[in-house]
């Protein structure tokens, strides 16, 4: 069973705008990282939040996190063509001790 | 490029048949998961193993096993498929047995017909 649900689905902006994905899960978490994947490709690990942060910046990526609506949004700034790919959330319990991925926003950067 | 690998890239055969899926972690990762991706079940998490034993289990069917070997490669075997085994079959590998970052190869997609 899936913890995250992402949203939008699918995402469809300009290069050159942000582009905002949101990561909503039911169970409490010690990390929640974000994810790439171009189409058909590996995942390609962008970000790990903890339990106790807020906030964290990577480039051109930001990350928030709000425990208590057991909530995350995923800031790509800036945005360009080569952003085109699909995004996954994951959270990490120890209590499941296990990463479970979400849905996924399929995001697509035209130039 | 990860640093895992995964072989083969393709793979297609029939239905009832088995076959063996392998992946290298990265230098030093001693935590090596797979993952299977299908369109209507998304990622699933199958297996967890860790420095040679396993560790974790998810969604893997009794017709799926795995195992990691002394020197830390993993195979996953998949027996009596079946069409809807059909999917890309990701490994990842971690340092560590938790909630560390997992570095993803680049998959195996199965086909079967």
């Known amino acids: 069973s899936q913890q995250g649900e992402e949203d939008p689905q699918a995402l469809s902006i300009q290069e050159g705008e942000n582009a905002t994905m949101n990561c909503s899960y039911k169970?409490?978490?010690?990390?929640l990282q974000w994810y790439r994947q171009n189409s058909g490709r590996g995942l390609v690990h962008l970000i790990l939040?903890?339990?106790?942060?807020r906030e964290k910046h990577s480039g051109r990526l930001r990350v928030t996190l709000d425990t208590s609506k057991k909530s995350s949004s995923l800031l790509i700034t800036a945005s360009r063509a080569a952003d085109t790919a699909s995004y996954f959330c994951?959270?990490?319990?120890?209590?499941?001790?296990?990463?479970?991925f979400g849905t996924g926003t399929r995001l697509q950067v035209f130039p | 490029d990860s640093g895992v690998t995964q072989t083969p890239k393709h793979l297609i055969t029939a239905t009832g048949q088995r076959v063996t899926l392998r992946c290298s972690p990265r230098?030093?990762?001693?935590?090596v998961y797979w993952y299977q991706q299908s369109l209507d079940q998304g990622l699933q998490f199958l297996i967890q193993?860790?420095?040679?034993?396993?560790?974790a289990k998810g969604n893997i069917l009794e017709r799926f096993s795995a195992q990691q070997f002394p020197d830390l490669h993993s195979e996953l075997n998949l027996s009596s498929l079946e069409l809807g085994d059909s999917a890309l079959y990701f490994c990842?590998?971690?340092?560590?047995?938790?909630?560390?970052?997992?570095?993803f190869g680049p998959g195996t997609r199965l086909t079967v017909l």
């Open positions: 990842a590998s971690s340092r560590g047995q938790g909630p560390d970052t997992q570095y």
């Open positions: 169970t409490s978490i010690n990390n």
């Open positions: 939040i903890r339990s106790n942060e």
């Open positions: 994951a959270t990490y319990s120890y209590n499941t001790d296990k990463l479970i």
């Open positions: 230098s030093g990762d001693l935590s």
């Open positions: 193993y860790y420095n040679g034993e396993e560790r």
